[in-house]
């Protein structure tokens, strides 16, 4: 059923991706008056389709292949010979797309990626609107973290107290929780207690592994130790007796990690199990043990005392729109610098491209808006700057061939466009099998 749930959720958080995607060259080729034949979300390849329907001369329909969409206007169709005028002869010069001036084309081509990025931006505005944003209030003083496997190969221990991100000390949770704070030659500055001794270090964190950490998400770097204590757990192991446990911190819950008491106790009312699994730290050393719920599915532990990590703080429209643009800004940033080190080779192939499996495998088994619209934003921001590559079929080649008819104000050639679009097709489907075959390879499904 989770897997189902995953599915559901990468597949919806798709559709609105590829919607508001081609909702964007949609509504800029209709206020240029080109003429929309199709628009559909997926793909109806073999001419077959889930559903469809008519309205203003438009066809609206649902494909069965979840790989994209599109939206077909009138003059986009043409055959490969100059004296060929294509099949939409028929629709007057002012409605077709081939006849519109080059600057009006660069519009409708750009307004895609546009409308990706607009999206972003709004999903970000709106969840500091409606959850605010969280100020870390002790920062330096007692944010213990738990690194995950990359956090370890990172130089990080269980315990480790982070007292500053380069050089900066006053961080946001949302900022603190950004790879793009972390993303390449960072320094955290960290203290470390050895024996009776608080020893103050800095850790350097290389680019390959921020990388990994983009890919396999943050909680494999490090997770902010949960807030409360546990003081009593019932049947299986009763901490009261157990001193060695007593006062340990709940950071995971059958695996998932957890942040704070909310969050725990909303993963608690979803696992319907009575026996759970807690991830604690101790004293700097992390166990896991079996809990188990007496009939009323409760599970004793205690709140801890010292003053909460994080003070909620509420965001006004005009500061949502700084916080949601910084936010957007920062995921390009990333983006971007993992494309260049890609092409410069610093990080692996097999390493920076992902591809719908592990995507998909980033939402999670059981539905958490915050989580699902992060997901959202951030694949929007994704998606947006893909489609600015200069290769076709996809926006940014389309966009590099109209900044050549600008610049030497002559059409290309047919035959070398269509020779350009095929090669464009032919790339894509051979990257798209490595990205899918390493995407396996990467969960250890197969053996390369």
């Known amino acids: 059923m989770s897997i189902l749930m995953m599915i559901g959720q990468f597949l919806c958080g798709l559709s609105l991706l590829v919607f508001f995607h081609e909702l964007g060259h949609f509504l800029a080729a209709k206020a240029f008056g080109i003429r929309i034949k199709k628009f ?7 001419d077959k ?6 309205y203003n001369g438009t066809e609206f329909g649902l494909g069965w292949l979840p790989v994209g969409g599109y939206v077909r206007m009138a003059g986009t169709m043409t055959g490969t010979d100059e004296s060929d005028p294509g099949e939409d002869s028929e629709i007057p010069y002012d409605q077709r797309y081939d006849h519109k001036p080059v600057w009006q084309r660069l519009i409708v081509m750009s307004a895609g990626i546009i409308m990706n990025l607009l999206l972003a931006l709004l999903v970000y505005c709106v969840m500091f609107l409606y959850y605010g944003r969280n100020q870390v209030t002790i920062f330096g003083k007692n944010l213990i973290i738990l690194p995950g496997q990359l956090g370890m190969q990172a130089g990080l221990q269980p315990g480790d107290e982070v007292t500053a991100i380069n050089a900066d ?42 990388q990994l950490v983009a890919d396999k998400g943050l909680t494999q770097f490090f997770s902010i130790k949960a807030g409360f204590q546990v003081d009593s757990i019932y049947t299986n192991l009763d901490l009261r007796k157990n001193k060695e446990f007593k006062n340990a911190h709940i950071v995971a819950l059958n695996g998932d990690s957890v942040n704070s008491f909310n969050d725990f106790i909303i993963r608690l009312k979803e696992t319907k199990a009575r026996q759970l699994y807690l991830t604690v730290i101790h004293d700097g050393k992390t166990s896991t043990m079996l809990a188990h719920r007496d009939k009323d599915g409760h599970i004793g532990f205690s709140l801890d005392n010292r003053a909460p990590l994080l003070r909620p703080e509420r965001v006004s429209f005009v500061q949502s729109l700084s916080a949601g643009g910084s936010k957007m800004w920062n995921n390009i ?12 080779g610093e990080v692996k192939a097999r390493d920076g491209l992902v591809g719908p499996v592990r995507i998909a495998t980033l939402f999670s088994g059981h539905f958490e808006a915050k989580r699902f619209w992060e997901l959202v934003a951030m694949l929007s921001t994704a998606l947006a700057l893909i489609n600015v590559i200069p290769l076709a079929p996809m926006d940014g080649g389309v966009m590099a061939v109209l900044v050549y008819e600008a610049v030497t104000r002559r059409p290309v050639n047919r035959s070398f466009l269509a020779f350009f679009y095929l090669a464009g097709i032919v790339a894509i489907m051979l990257l798209s099998g490595y990205v899918l075959l390493n995407d396996i390879r990467a969960l250890n499904l197969i053996t390369l």
């Open 40 to 46: 559909y979300l997926f793909f109806d390849a073999f």
């Open 169 to 210: 000390s006053s961080l946001y949770e949302d900022e603190l929780l950004s790879t793009h704070l972390m993303h390449g030659n960072t320094i955290l500055s960290i203290v470390r207690r050895q024996g009776k001794e608080r020893v103050h270090m800095h850790v350097a964190v290389s680019p390959k592994i921020m």
């Open 49 to 54: 389709r889930l559903c469809r329907f008519n």
């Open 333 to 344: 940033a990333e983006n971007s610098k993992g494309l260049s080190q890609l092409v410069s």
